[in-house]
């Protein structure tokens, strides 16, 4: 019989190097109508990935998402089956989906048929017919899908935050109601295509195992002739934070409850960004983090509490975002506070950055080793006006980003009095414990 050997805890390697970020070859062109063309060279496997962002804000909710929901479903030589079986034989597909900032049409397939996929492209954009049999379908589909959202509490927590924080802004309502959807027909999705699917503004970003030059004169051949005369409807700046009485979402019965909180954050260009971005990474943004250690690790109130940045056109908002069992809430929402004040009054522990930036910096690496993520992150940037040199420079700023920079954003930024909060759950059990420690306002979920 072999003895058992106690094992103790094992001393975890020192990090290595960082590894200097290296920017692919890439071109751009904007081409006569005023689509912007940017063309990236990514050698690893022969497929090429597309993403074409247009301006797409201040629509009608139903409309544009029903837009974004049928707008594959057929041209005026093609039906949605047959463009499907056209795209596949270059290996490839296409699919749409919007948001409050854009109207994002991806796509991806083999180096070889970027021509037919482009060509294929075109049609959709200049010849979309939205078939009433195919906009019914799609619609009772998108009805359904709402529907059951709306049961989620994570969707409640989120569309009460986003009431909360962005008011009046368009910001604020980012599903539409299943009435407003089934009164969409298809005479108004082609309406609203020519009035918004235009390329002035667009950006069409092409990344794979091309040459950057041969790529932009595919897309100026195929879609070089694609015009229109629609506007582009300019955002309004998103509003400051007002932070308030704590908002209550009534949903009795519930067994959880969804902490959301939203706090003041910057653009990407801001020289802030990046003390944040360390700040945030510090507080909730990764598993390392003080945040997860406290209310995971060491008292078990939930499972995965995590906090981001989401940045957008019109503006930028930190959002932390924690599931907690029904009669921890006050005591989360407590230790939540309690590490957002540490951080905004302690500087973090130099060891503490350190990781925090290491990470920031393997994430910037991770992002570009494939494909798609380096499609995204190109189309990403390019929809706020930057470019992929910024990663190098953001990069650099990461890397030189001091314990005082972070700890002085922490404390413009993070401090929980500038904090938005939002408690989904059970008020009759969680209103008594959150009101000792904030004034609350208490409404019902919808339904």
Known sequence: ??????????????????????????????????????????????????????????????????????????????????????????????????????????????????????DLLGQVLTGATYPGDEVGTERDRLVDRIQVARSQPSHLARTALLRRVYGAHPYAVQTPEPDQVNAVRPAALRKLHAERVHPADAVLVLVGDVQPERALDAAEKALGGWNGAGHVADLPPAPPLVPGPLLLVDRPGAVQSSLRMALPAVPRTHPDHAALQLANLVFGGYFSSRWVENIREDKGYTYGPHSLVEHSVAGSVLVAAADVATEVTAPALLETSYELGRLATLPPKPDELEQARQYALGTLQLGMSTQAGLASLT?????????????????????????????????????????????????????????????????????
């Open 1 to 118: 019989m072999s003895a058992v050997v106690q094992a103790g805890p094992r001393t975890l390697p020192p990090l290595g190097p960082t590894r200097r970020l290296k920017l692919p070859k890439q071109a751009e062109r904007r081409l006569g109508n005023g689509l912007t063309v940017i063309a990236v060279r990514r050698p690893a496997v022969p497929l090429i990935e597309l993403r074409l962002w247009m301006p797409f804000g201040r629509v009608h909710l139903a409309r544009g998402a029903m837009l974004a929901q049928t707008m594959l479903s057929g041209t005026d030589t093609l039906s949605s089956v047959r463009l499907a079986a056209e795209l596949q034989t270059v290996g490839g597909g296409l699919s749409a989906g919007i948001d409050p900032d854009r109207l994002m049409l991806s796509g991806a397939g083999l180096v070889t048929g970027l021509d037919r996929m482009l």
């Open 379 to 447: 189309s990403a940037y390019a929809g706020n006006g930057l470019r992929l040199d910024f990663l190098a420079e953001h990069a650099a700023r990461l890397a030189k980003t001091t314990v005082d920079d972070v700890a002085a954003a922490a404390a413009r930024y993070l401090a929980p009095s500038r904090a938005v909060t939002v408690v989904l759950g059970d008020a009759e059990r969680v209103a008594p414990g959150l009101a000792a420690l904030t004034a609350l306002d208490t409404v019902p979920a919808e339904r």
